[in-house]
């Protein structure tokens, strides 16, 4: 299976197994669990995963979600052991995936169902293999920016009920935004947008980052702006060598890094103002929510009480 970025089904494929845990699931809609219920299925179909006897027959939906109708590689007895790997090398990795998928998905939510917020549209750039576009997509017009190859990937993959996602070719670094969003029919300039950058920002030279900030204010000056922040001069020495290096295998490039304060400084520059930030998930959750330590296995156990990789945070801008 040719999967276009390496980086993005990293993050998916531990995402989609963190999630399954007894004590995470319930931190997550239904849907969520519904699209990567679904997704799992493909990608196994993709890769020839599953027998062709088993492709060949028309299965109802709702035995993709249960997992019961096959043996789902993604269920194996290795795939803790890959997760406590990643633990052991990247500390607090298992806790970062989740809290930004807890944090983007609790803000989204936020901003397009309270009344006092003006967004009515989501703009995904370097959407990967995430479940945010097809989520959000019955509740306002969504638009799923990456390279070509991964939008190409990602439309085999997208469950095909209530799918309304719009997909757009772009590259950050050759292609102007403006221009791209044009090209949309059903994406309207005067309506304010949250445009979102999960796992993207450090993909791309600052230069770029700059335009690409300047031209989502310049398309509409209410649109804001959500985005994960990884400083890596916070890691330790060692979790910055598995981090840079487990990128550099993948064959994608890292730019070089930018602090939390270069970021926020950028965005203020262009009229962006920081008005909030998460770096953990009880932050999410209130204090009520502590979870009984003799219940949890060991990896809820690092994802619920350990703490997130330093230098690991969501920002929000308007
Ligand atoms: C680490 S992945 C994050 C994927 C997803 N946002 C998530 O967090 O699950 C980085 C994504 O950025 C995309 N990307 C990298 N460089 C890009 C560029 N120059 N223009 C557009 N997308 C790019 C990759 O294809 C990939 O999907």
Not at 286 to 312: D, P, T, W, Y
Request: proline share 5%.
């Amino acid at each position: 299976m040719f999967i276009p970025s390496k980086t993005a089904f990293n993050v998916y494929s531990k995402f989609t197994t963190l999630r399954k845990h007894p004590s995470i699931a319930p931190l997550f809609p239904p849907i969520i669990h519904s699209y990567y219920d679904q997704t799992e299925v493909k990608i196994n179909r993709l890769g020839r995963l599953i027998s062709p006897l088993f492709k060949g027959k028309k299965v109802a939906a709702c035995e993709f979600q249960d997992n019961k109708a096959f043996k789902n590689p993604w269920n194996a007895a290795w795939i803790p052991k890959m997760l406590a790997l990643d633990d052991w090398l990247l500390k607090g990795d298992l806790h970062h995936i989740v809290f930004r998928k807890l944090a983007l998905h609790r803000t989204i939510q936020d901003r397009l169902m309270n009344r006092n917020s003006p967004i009515t549209q989501l703009v995904v750039l370097g959407s990967g293999i995430d479940h945010i576009g097809w989520v959000f997509s019955d509740k306002c017009a969504c638009f799923e920016l990456d390279i070509e190859p991964m939008i190409t990937f990602k439309k085999k993959l997208l469950p095909t009920l209530n799918q309304k996602v719009n997909f757009n070719d772009f590259d950050a670094t050759k292609n102007a935004l403006d221009q791209c969003l044009k090209q949309q029919p059903a994406f309207n300039s005067n309506r304010p947008s949250l445009f979102i950058t999960e796992g993207f920002i450090d993909y791309i030279p600052k230069e770029n980052l700059v335009s690409l900030l300047s031209q989502i204010k310049h398309i509409n000056p209410k649109n804001e702006w959500m985005s994960t922040h990884f400083d890596r001069t916070l890691l330790s020495r060692n979790q910055r060598f598995f981090f840079e290096f487990g990128v550099q295998i993948t064959g994608e490039h890292l730019q070089s890094n930018l602090h939390k304060e270069q970021v926020v400084s950028i965005g203020s520059n262009i009229g962006f103002d920081l008005i909030n930030e998460w770096a953990h998930i009880l932050e999410l959750l209130g204090n009520h929510n502590i979870f009984s330590e003799a219940k949890l296995n060991r990896i809820e156990r690092k994802v619920l009480h350990q703490n997130n990789m330093n230098g690991c945070s969501i920002l929000h801008f308007k």
